[in-house]
């Protein structure tokens, strides 16, 4: 059985997957843009290379990646400051998005459009055991810190990325100099450009989020 490294979107991922690439000799993977596929998309030969991968990583939960893989498996993962990464959710949308490439959105209008799950606590659904898709509670809150408790999700934290890599066992021991920056949106805001109202309204869709954060950060710190 591989190991599984969720990656939560605008969360280092892209550049976790060029260190895995570098450490493993079969990297599988399961995201939703091609060449690469979503779990719920492949046939079964895909799910059995899958199966036989050194480490798999992609933008899928717990939930899909055990439907796919099995109940048993043990998964790593990056969380980011909530806010922080909405907004550079914002930036990559801004700057790649074929909906916003002749017409961009402030800030406010963005978080406040409801066709996109990403927007609403992204990484406890990624890690709630639940689809993703599916809204969260608070019952999902402390299912997902049951799991870390457990060592069933080994979380990292990317302002600490370089102590996470050398920490978390999947990384081996890596040195993040070693590798150059990828997936750097070129649509710039940044916490301090956005106004109180902005960041204010991406926080509320964050609340969850945020005290899952604060808690694996606090771990983090302590261990």
Request: glycine share 6%; hydrophobic share 40%.
């Amino acid at each position: 059985m591989p190991q599984v490294f969720i990656h939560l979107p605008k969360t280092a991922g892209t550049f976790v997957r060029q260190v895995l690439a570098s450490r493993y000799a079969v990297v599988g993977c399961a995201y939703p843009s091609a060449p690469f596929q979503r779990l719920r998309d492949m046939g079964p030969r895909d799910i059995e290379a899958l199966r036989r991968a050194d480490v798999v990583i992609g933008h899928e939960g717990v939930h899909a990646f055990r439907l796919a893989l099995g109940p048993d498996v043990a998964f790593s993962t990056v969380m980011r400051n909530p806010v922080d990464r909405l907004i550079s959710y914002y930036n990559h949308l801004m700057s790649h998005s074929a909906r916003y490439a002749s017409a961009k959105v402030t800030p406010l209008k963005f978080i406040e459009e409801d066709s996109d799950h990403e927007r609403d606590n992204l990484q406890l659904r990624y890690l709630s055991g639940k689809a993703v898709t599916d809204p969260v509670s608070e019952d999902d809150l402390h299912a997902a810190m049951a799991m870390i408790e457990q060592g069933s999700i080994v979380v990292g934290i990317q302002e600490l990325l370089g102590e996470s890599m050398r920490r978390m066992p999947i990384f081996k021991g890596v040195r993040i100099q070693e590798f150059p920056s990828v997936n750097v949106s070129t649509f710039g805001f940044s916490r301090e450009s956005l106004t109180k109202p902005e960041i204010d309204a991406f926080r509320a869709r964050s609340v969850l989020d945020m005290r899952l954060y604060a808690w694996c950060l606090d771990r983090f710190r302590a261990a």
